[in-house]
């Protein structure tokens, strides 16, 4: 009840004053940015409606809140459809139904969906009489941002007031959703919660293999970690003395014993690079849970294309693409199995015969395939140039899947 309360509110008059003063946004991840900055849900919906002149409403249904903007712009019958369409918990898609036409996209936090955000498919009056519909830019963006907006804002408003875990649950959450642009903000937040990031932090995060909760009794003070949900703990490490990685090192022994997969990032120095910290840790924990990754094996490799993912995702979209993107193509179209067989051979170091064994397969076949293997993609698995193109061109794969699982946790808009 108490994140209820603290949202009570939302679509108050005083929203209404926060989205008066609103700047409209020139681009969508700016709705995120101002939301961090401390927009209200009016605001949020007020910007999405002026950049693509249709209105706009959200509706938390997990809060019992609803705001939109222009005001008056959804008739109460439509305004009532809506509601309790969100009531549904609706997964992404495009509501048509005999009381509202209506693009939309749901809000989420974590894997729990709390509400939609929803557009007018044609322009209603005050009277609810349809206008003319107004060519436009794609709503997908602009609401898809809406919507991780308004994660970030009620992250924000149900962590005020709130007890401490429930505050370093928000702050971590928020994180996870949007790199903060006012990293002095950031870093007061921070020291309210009691943890000074000033001079960086290592990003930690685990899971426990069946999803169950874990007790935080006993976890060291000396790092901000919390519950973030789907069975998984999120924690930062301040870089403010000289234990630090012994302090990481500390946590993932106790997580480790409390048969946790645990994982942390490469210390980030400075609190700019904070938010590249929790995106490490948890880009990696996902690789840690795909048995397929394996890991641990090529653990530094794996960091170093991490590494270019923060930096320059386009990177790894191209090596993707020139590497085993058609091996994935053929195998779609023709029910193949052509990069499963090269991702095996590869882990057997090559071996045809350990690679048949491993798959239960003829050698024949192996070869067989991997003559493919090379017809396909161009590069030879059986030459070190194009094994080892091959082998980054996978690992770049893994780890854009890792990014999507990790962005679907949270709502982060599309880029």
């Known amino acids: 009840m108490a994140r209820a309360r603290a949202l009570e509110h939302s679509g108050s008059e005083g929203d209404v004053r926060g989205a008066a003063t609103a700047a409209p946004r020139s681009n969508p991840l700016g709705l995120v940015e101002a939301a961090v900055a401390g927009d209200d ?6 910007s999405a409606a002026v950049a693509l002149d249709r209105p706009v409403a959200i509706a938390l249904s997990t809060y019992g809140t609803w705001a939109e903007w222009p005001e008056g712009s959804f008739p109460a019958e439509t305004a009532a459809a809506i509601k309790a369409h969100a009531s549904t918990l609706p997964d992404e898609g495009k509501a048509d139904g005999p009381a509202f036409d209506a693009d939309l996209v749901p809000v989420r936090l974590g894997h729990e969906t709390v509400g939609i955000v929803v557009s007018l498919a044609s322009h209603h009056g005050n009277d609810g009489g349809p206008g003319s519909a107004s060519p436009g830019p794609d709503p997908r963006p602009w609401l898809e941002a809406a919507a991780a907006a308004a994660a970030v804002t009620t992250l924000m408003q149900t ?8 505050s370093r649950r928000a702050f971590l959450q928020m994180l996870q959703l949007q790199s903060p642009t006012d990293v ?10 009691g943890y000074d990031f000033s001079g960086g932090a290592i990003g930690l995060c685990a899971t ?3 999803g169950d909760q874990f007790q935080l009794n006993g976890i060291s003070q000396r790092a901000l970690i919390a519950d973030v949900g789907d069975g998984r703990l999120l924690g930062l490490i301040p870089l403010d003395g000289d234990d630090a990685e012994a302090t990481a090192s500390e946590l993932m022994d106790q997580l480790s014993a409390a048969e946790m997969n645990v994982i942390a990032s490469s210390p980030r120095r400075g609190p700019a690079g904070i938010p590249e910290a929790v995106q490490e840790a948890t880009v990696l924990l996902e690789l840690l849970d795909d048995s397929r990754a394996l890991l641990s094996s090529q653990e530094e490799t794996y960091r170093l294309l991490v590494g270019v993912l923060i930096r320059n995702p386009e990177e790894l979209f191209q090596l993707r693409a020139t590497t085993i993107a058609e091996l994935d193509a053929y195998d779609a179209a023709h029910d193949t199995d052509l990069l499963a067989t090269l991702e095996t051979f590869l882990a057997h170091h090559g071996s045809t015969t350990d690679t048949a064994e491993a798959m239960s397969l003829h050698r024949h076949t192996v070869g067989y395939r991997l003559a493919r293997v090379q017809e396909v993609s161009g590069l030879s698995p059986y030459e070190s140039e194009g094994r080892e193109r091959l082998s980054l061109g996978i690992k770049a794969n ?3 899947l890792a990014e999507k699982r990790r962005s679907g946790r949270g709502s982060s808009p599309a880029t």
């Not at 849900?41 to 007020?46: D, G, P, S």
């Not at 962590?159 to 429930?166: L, Q």
């Not at 002095?184 to 919660?193: G, K, P, Q, S, V």
Request: aromatic content about 0%; glycine content about 4%; proline content about 3%.
């Open 41 to 46: 849900l009016q605001a949020i919906a007020r």
């Open 208 to 210: 426990l293999p069946n």
């Open 184 to 193: 002095e903000d950031m870093l007061a937040r921070a020291r309210r919660l």
């Open 159 to 166: 962590s005020a007031g709130n007890d401490t875990e429930s």
């Open 398 to 400: 893994r780890i854009l």
